[in-house]
């Protein structure tokens, strides 16, 4: 391995070793390795839901081992297919349930930055379906709407970093409504001075900020605005404590809402409010009481 570059050396020296180690776990010689071995080793790592590239990688490191060492590698060729994916398997999100999110908000301690922000941030992404990096995309003073009774629903795709963002839906408990959460997280933001740039911002474990009154130390590059990644990470923290299943729940599980649960529960919205049932035309049409009243007067 001495021609490699040092980053693909550290790569394959590691593959190597846990190869090295599987082996010896299972009692068999990693040198020189079997074809028995080798087709077992890469069922492993297809059970365990490595990728093709990543399998590929390990047998180009054994290989490489076996070279050092003047030994000859087995001759097996293997067929590298991407390992099936279930639907709840990590590769791929599952939508979230309302009692999901219901046991999510209600887990969030009220009184801390990071419950206010994850508050917001879930009731948020749930009732508006937007992607998560549109609402990462989001700055303190964009505007955000209550759903209209009479437009249809707005896409969420693209890029639309101009428009408002229109909420899908908004529920009649208070402790769920997304508009309350995200007005007690800028009133949270303006506390600190914070009263434009990012909606959503990193907090470190002692509850600061960045953009406050105390600049964040350590990585304070840019403008402190919650990466995608940061989000899963608070989404899995926060289901963890929560007490949820975490096999396939990530950010996008926000926003993966049951579109025939939506669809009922829109024209339940309509009817209640109405007095009559929805129509078809009207069944992507959701009203809050606000926009009602102020439509009969």
């Not at 550290?10 to 010896?24: G, I, P």
């Not at 600190?192 to 600049?215: A, K, N, S, T, W």
Request: proline fraction near 8%; include cysteine.
């Amino acid at each position: 391995m001495s021609r490699l570059a040092e980053r693909s050396r550290n790569l394959y020296e590691s593959d190597a070793q846990r190869f090295a180690e599987w082996c010896r776990k299972r009692g068999e010689d990693p040198l020189p390795a079997s074809e028995t071995t080798i087709r077992s080793y890469v069922a492993h790592l297809r059970e365990h839901g490595r990728a093709a590239a990543t399998i590929k990688r390990a047998l180009t490191a054994i290989r490489y081992t076996h070279r050092a060492h003047g030994l000859a590698f087995p001759d097996c060729p293997v067929v590298l297919a991407p390992p099936p994916r279930t639907r709840n398997s990590p590769g791929r999100a599952r939508p979230l349930r309302l009692e999901e999110l219901r046991r999510l908000v209600d887990s969030l301690p009220s009184n801390t930055p990071a419950g206010l922000r994850d508050r917001a941030l879930f009731l948020l992404g749930f009732f508006s379906s937007a992607r998560p990096r549109e609402l990462l995309f989001l700055d303190v003073d964009h505007p955000i709407h209550a759903p209209d009774p009479w437009a249809p629903l707005p896409s969420q795709r693209g890029s639309r970093r101009n428009a408002p963002l229109v909420l899908s839906a908004l529920p009649d408990m208070a402790e769920l409504n997304p508009l309350i959460a995200v007005q007690e997280w800028k009133r949270q933001l303006a506390a600190q001075g914070i009263h434009e740039g990012p909606l959503f911002r990193r907090i470190d474990r002692h509850g600061r900020v960045f953009g406050g009154d105390r600049i964040l130390a350590g990585r304070s590059a840019g403008d402190g605005r919650l990466s995608v990644r940061g989000y899963n990470v608070v989404v899995r923290t926060r289901g963890a404590q929560a007490g949820l299943d975490l096999r396939g729940l990530s950010a996008t599980s926000l926003r993966l809402a049951d579109p025939a649960r939506q669809a009922r529960e829109r024209r339940r919205m309509h009817a209640a409010r109405n007095g009559r049932p929805a129509l078809k035309s009207e069944w992507r049409s959701v009203a809050s009481e606000y926009q009602l009243t102020q439509r009969r007067q």
